[in-house]
């Protein structure tokens, strides 16, 4: 069972950064597709950004330009480094990993990291 916990959220004014953390435990960290996910009071759940076991990334348009995400294996870790932050960033943001490991099929959650841009 994949264990995924973040951290690095907080407050933070409109245009600055905030760099999130999920650190997994309990599975094959270097297979997973990693990804962030942030959901807005009132709204769905949204892809952020995701990383492939290959690097391959992808980006929610409305975070192109601002937002990274980078993994790093050896620490079963992925990152989200965020900047020119805006009021609309703010969400919960959520840590998923999703992949194949044998037959069993991996889609897990982490508990999820608020972060507030507000002045």
């Known amino acids: 069972q994949v264990q995924l916990v973040e951290s690095g959220g907080g407050l933070v004014q409109p245009g600055g950064s905030l760099r999130l953390s999920c650190a997994a435990s309990?599975?094959?960290?270097?297979?997973?597709?990693m990804g962030w996910y942030r959901q807005a009071p009132g709204k769905q759940r949204e892809l952020v950004a995701s990383?492939?076991?290959?690097?391959?990334?992808n980006y929610a348009d409305s975070v192109k330009g601002r937002f990274t995400i980078s993994r790093d294996n050896a620490k079963n870790t992925v990152y989200l480094q965020m900047n020119s932050l805006k009021p609309e960033d703010t969400a919960v943001y959520y840590c998923?990993?999703?992949?194949?490991?044998?037959?069993?099929?991996?889609?897990?959650w982490g508990q999820g990291t608020k972060d507030t841009v507000s002045s």
């Open positions: 309990g599975g094959i960290f270097s297979i997973y597709t």
């Open positions: 998923n990993a999703r992949g194949l490991q044998g037959i069993t099929r991996i889609d897990n």
């Open positions: 990383i492939t076991s290959g690097l391959s990334t």
